[in-house]
């Protein structure tokens, strides 16, 4: 007679199905994500370039540190550097800037900030504020 073990084919038919569920969430997430942002870029691309009067509020970093399992466990660090500007209007706008022109910028800097929807173009101080 051949006694079958009924939780080890449990086992054998729920993992698999498990990891195939796992799959397909992470496939959702990164297709959701890729969709976002190719519609942020277009409705980037369709707004109009702007040049305004603003002022630096704020400048902030997002650090996201990525371990590897490993023999050492090495990994590496990614900066995301935002600033914060001010309109004339009391409005405010956060803009995703590279770390060079993070650099470049001092909280209360006053100038002029082209921009093209949620894309930051550049950032040209006043002469009376240098």
């Known amino acids: 007679m051949n006694d079958i073990n009924p939780s080890g084919d449990f086992?054998?038919?729920?993992?698999?199905?498990?990891?195939?569920i796992i799959f397909v969430i992470m496939i959702i997430i990164i297709i959701v994500r890729s969709v976002g942002a190719v519609?942020?870029?277009?409705?980037?691309?369709?707004?109009?370039?702007l040049t305004v009067?603003?002022?630096v509020k704020t400048k902030r970093t997002k650090v996201n540190r990525h371990?590897?399992?490993g023999e050492n466990n090495m990994g590496h660090v990614t900066t995301t550097y935002f600033v914060t500007m001010e309109f004339d209007s009391g409005d405010r706008s956060e803009f995703k800037i590279?770390?060079?022109?993070?650099?470049?910028?001092?909280?209360?800097?006053?100038?002029?900030?082209?921009?093209?929807?949620?894309?930051?173009?550049?950032?040209?101080r006043s002469r009376e504020n240098t």
Request: aromatic fraction near 14%.
């Open 11 to 20: 086992m054998f038919n729920i993992v698999p199905l498990f990891i195939g």
């Open 39 to 49: 519609k942020q870029w277009n409705k980037n691309e369709q707004s109009p370039k």
């Open 53 to 55: 009067p603003a002022v």
């Open 67 to 69: 371990i590897h399992s």
């Open 98 to 124: 590279y770390g060079k022109e993070f650099g470049q910028l001092a909280e209360g800097d006053v100038g002029m900030l082209h921009f093209q929807g949620t894309r930051f173009l550049g950032f040209e």
